[in-house]
């Protein structure tokens, strides 16, 4: 491959007046003097990252000279960076500082110059003569990003999500996706938005996706229009456009799903008093109570409210079955604060009581008035009907989605609930799910989530091991046998994978 050799630039000193500022944009920012290298960014893209600063008021210098102030560099090798820069140099280089792309793009952000903060800094890791050459310091990524696998369950996802500017425009591009039915785009994005959860590390610039699995053409413009200017048009579009803004708030209804919400939206119905209005509408039980209780179970439910939940359906499966178990699963069980739910997990341990357990449970509950709404599902189980080769998704165990009543005294520190309520309670959704105690590491692994772990998981299993696992039971096609497992330890041991923690699973 051809390499240009690194020429240095002629030296020439520039008054201030004479650095070409268009005229059109006015300078806000005199003592900021910046100088984009073109090294590694290229002429373009150089060229246009100049014309969007200028357009906010800085100064940028097409020369090195004395005047600049601010060296910004796309080159994550700070070694090759600092020796063209020596070569090159103006005398009062020490006093100028040399920075990463982020200092720029966190500036375009603020419309003003960013202080410099250490994270911006490209440090000068050249050897003093004498000395052994030290390590030299990438800006980043920190750590070796050839290690992220494509599949979430080999990455440890905390809830520390160091790319949220990313992420969080992913995923209104996929619910975006999901509403105009394009499941392979919905995927994409949400895959994509997964692998940045996973990194320890922010991404600064485009260079540090390289490596990374999963992001394709269209996520990363959309990755380079949030490194520009701190948002995505494409995004902002999908915000502002009516459709989507109605069906998000049609979706957020409990019981109405992506088609019934198109439907709605279809028939010109923009909003709820829309719906409750048409006559020829109707809503189904599931419905009505998501209406019923909109606000209260729209909002979220705090990790307090959900170990007094436990509490309470300890107290009712205790009741009539000491033996019983019962354990907090998905979102809080992965160490979240705040759900849209509370997932709880029970089980008994004399087989095929699975349905009896949670009729109990539901009695107790409604004899305590605390039962607003209940849709139970017996379990419709059978071993003999696996392995399934399709993904469902709904597992056939036992179950129940409710609506409880939660008392504001039941909760240490009170309700999460808005100010100025005085009703002393609120109402929450809870999901239980009763399943055999053989199968109780496979629902229990299910049941925690999150999704897109548990997608991944199921994607693994199948690609790489020729294995079939679902919140039932894991198939292997290899030997055509099904394996035990007593816990989650038992299945990441036989999918050959390490074990992951529930708090890494927030994929
Ligand atoms: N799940 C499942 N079968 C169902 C319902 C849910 O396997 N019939 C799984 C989901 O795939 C998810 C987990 O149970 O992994 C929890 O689901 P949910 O409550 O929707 O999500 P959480 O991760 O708990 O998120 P949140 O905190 O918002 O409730
Ligand atoms: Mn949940
Ligand atoms: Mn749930």
Redesign the pocket.
């Known amino acids: 491959m051809f390499h240009a050799p690194i020429v240095p630039r002629a030296r020439k000193r520039l008054r201030p007046a004479e650095c070409s500022v268009p005229r059109h944009d006015e300078v806000k920012f005199e003592d900021v003097r910046v100088y984009l290298v073109e090294r590694k960014m290229g002429r373009s893209r150089r060229s246009f990252l100049t014309q969007l600063a200028r357009s906010k008021g800085f100064v940028v210098e097409d020369i090195l000279s004395d005047e600049v102030t601010h060296v910004v560099s796309e080159d994550s090798h700070a070694s090759s960076l600092w020796k063209w820069l020596k070569e090159c140099a103006p005398k009062n280089l020490p006093d100028v500082n040399v920075l990463d792309i982020s200092w720029f793009t966190d500036s375009m952000r603020e419309g003003r110059p960013a202080a410099v903060e250490t994270r911006h800094l490209i440090q000068d890791t050249l050897p003093t003569e004498g000395s052994p050459p030290t390590p030299v310091a990438t800006v980043s990524p920190p750590t070796p990003v050839a290690t992220v696998s494509q599949y979430a369950c080999q990455r440890r996802t905390t809830l520390e999500n160091h790319n949220k500017i990313f992420t969080e425009a992913f995923e209104v591009l996929a619910e975006s996706y999901e509403f105009n039915m394009n499941e392979g785009q919905c995927l994409a994005f949400r895959r994509a938005a997964s692998v940045l959860k996973s990194l320890p590390w922010a991404v600064l610039s485009l260079g540090a996706t390289q490596d990374l699995p999963c992001l394709g053409q269209h996520t990363k413009k959309v990755m380079e229009e949030v490194l520009y200017y701190g948002r995505s048009f494409e995004v902002d579009n999908i915000l502002s456009d009516e459709r989507f803004q109605t069906l998000k708030l049609f979706t957020s209804v409990f019981g109405v799903g992506p088609k019934t919400a198109e439907k709605w939206y279809c028939r010109g119905l923009r909003s709820f008093s829309d719906i409750l209005a048409d006559r020829s509408i109707h809503l189904n039980r599931m419905q009505q109570s998501g209406f019923l209780h909109y606000g209260d179970i729209s909002r979220a439910?705090s990790k307090a409210e959900a170990l007094s939940l436990r509490n309470i359906i300890d107290g009712a499966v205790h009741a009539i079955t000491p033996a019983a178990a019962v354990a907090l699963?998905?979102?809080?069980r992965?160490g979240?604060e705040?759900?849209?739910?509370?997932?709880f997990i029970v089980t008994t341990p004399e087989l095929g009581k699975e349905d009896r357990l949670l009729l109990n449970i539901i009695d107790g509950l409604k004899r305590q008035g605390l039962l607003l709404y209940c849709d139970y599902q017996a379990s419709t189980f059978d071993m003999a009907k696996l392995p399934n080769h399709r993904f469902k998704?709904?597992?056939n165990f036992s179950?129940c989605f409710l609506i409880l009543r939660l008392e504001s005294s039941q909760v240490e520190g009170g309700l999460h609930s808005v100010e100025g309520d005085s009703r002393g309670w609120r109402a929450v959704r809870v999901?239980l799910?009763s399943p055999p105690l053989d199968r109780y590491a496979f629902a229990l692994m299910?049941?925690?989530?999150?999704?897109q772990?548990?997608r991944d998981l199921r994607r693994f299993a199948r690609a790489e091991r020729r294995m079939l696992l679902d919140?039932h039971a894991l198939y292997d096609k290899n030997k055509k046998e099904f394996l035990a497992a007593s816990t989650e330890k038992d299945i990441f041991a036989h999918l050959g994978l390490e074990y992951i923690e529930p708090w890494q699973r927030n994929a």
């Open positions: 439910v699963t998905g979102g809080f992965r979240k705040f759900g849209h739910d509370v997932d998704a709904m597992d179950k999901d799910v299910g049941w925690t989530g999150s999704r772990f548990q919140n």
